[in-house]
């Protein structure tokens, strides 16, 4: 007869000694095991994939992207003016903008960096009035860029805080606590003070800009109404094409005829056809990249910081602008403008921190 099978405590000793075996073989072959009551249980490891540098230093990431925002959008300014001194058509121009970022979404899409996000006859509604209100917006800046000072286009841009306010109150029925409209008369009158003594000061550049923060308030608006799950860069690439397409027709209207006649041939004549043509190439290619960037930063941190990022911005524009082109402003101009900023920068704080204390209320 066979040897008796063990039973009681040795049959226990035995099947820990056997655990313990095949622990320590699984061990050698790529597992973990872990200890317990002084005993081996097999626990599969768990693949640790390698840390990226993205993921490593999210600051330094975040902190490029803020550099490169404010880099492309101050080239952008510059060369937009630089344009316009020579080739003041700011409706063609601005078909120019979203041509080419339309054009490089295309190139985008078609290599597949990013994958094409679908668009079905719902979404499309809703994004046809945040593209109509971002044309307007984007035409309205060129035509007031063309006809003032960028600087001071910028300082009257400042008073979007205060048309998005408005807005929310008395459209969207949202209350605006007091001190958000506190804050936002420094804002009011800096502009105004920067206004009354702007050298290139005219009413098509001031009305343009104001119709511009009319625009871009109107968009916000309808932005929330059309939330959706599409990733920002297809966002942005179809509210670009439907942008350009409202975009066209109001420039063969309105300038098409002075540039076949002599738009053209006048600006050739002044820079030469192929800076011509690369100077409209690359002030599209950073219009859309800037957006692009913006868009991205933004996504990446807090509302508060994207409040000061917004701010610091404009300044740095303003700033470079004054710089390059040897703008001179009047001593209150120049103060305005400072009161103009230094309110932004208070609404946008004192904003940011009442959406962080609702967002953590919902939480709680």
């Not at 297809?234 to 006649?261: H, T």
Request: proline share 4%; with cysteine; aromatic share 12%.
């Amino acid at each position: 007869m066979g040897e008796a099978a063990p039973t009681g405590s040795a049959a226990r000793e035995l099947e820990a000694q056997r655990e313990d075996s095949e622990a320590k073989h699984r061990l050698r072959h790529g597992f973990v095991v872990a200890g317990r009551k002084g005993r081996f249980r097999r626990v599969r490891e768990a693949k640790i994939a390698p840390v990226g540098f993205f993921a490593k230093y999210p600051a330094l990431v975040t902190g490029f992207f803020f550099f490169m925002w404010y880099f492309l959008n101050v080239i952008f300014n510059i060369l937009n003016k630089k344009i316009y001194n020579y080739f003041p058509y700011p409706y063609f121009v601005s078909v120019i903008h979203l041509l080419v970022g339309v054009i490089y979404c295309l190139v985008s899409w078609t290599v597949g960096l990013p994958k094409r996000a679908p668009m079905d006859s719902n979404l499309l509604k809703l994004l046809i009035p945040v593209a109509v209100c971002h044309a307007l917006g984007h035409v309205t800046s060129n035509v007031s860029f063309a006809a003032v000072a960028v600087s001071f286009t910028h300082t009257i841009k400042a008073l979007e805080p205060f048309f998005n306010a408005a807005a929310s109150q008395f459209i969207l029925g949202q209350s605006i606590p007091i001190t958000l409209w506190l804050s936002l008369a420094p804002v009011v009158l800096g502009v105004s003070m920067a206004s009354l003594t702007e050298l290139s000061f005219n009413w098509t550049g001031f009305i343009s800009a104001m119709i511009s923060n009319i625009s871009f308030t109107y968009r916000s608006i309808y932005s929330k109404k059309a939330m959706t799950d599409m990733d920002s860069t297809n966002l942005y690439a179809y509210i670009s094409i439907i942008a350009l397409i409202v975009c066209i027709p109001p420039a063969i209207i309105l300038e098409g005829p002075k540039l076949l006649k002599h738009g053209f041939s006048d600006a050739i004549a002044k820079v030469g056809l192929t800076k011509f043509v690369t100077d409209l190439f690359w002030v599209g290619m950073f219009y859309h990249l800037y957006n692009q960037l913006a868009t991205n930063t933004l996504e990446r941190v807090a509302p508060l910081t994207h409040a000061v990022g917004n701010v610091l911005k404009r300044v740095f524009v303003i700033g470079f602008s004054i710089v390059i082109f040897g703008n001179k402003i009047s001593t209150q101009t120049g103060i305005g403008t400072a009161i103009a900023i230094a309110g932004v920068a208070t609404y946008s704080y004192i904003k940011a921190k009442l959406e962080e204390e609702k967002r953590q209320a919902k939480t709680a």
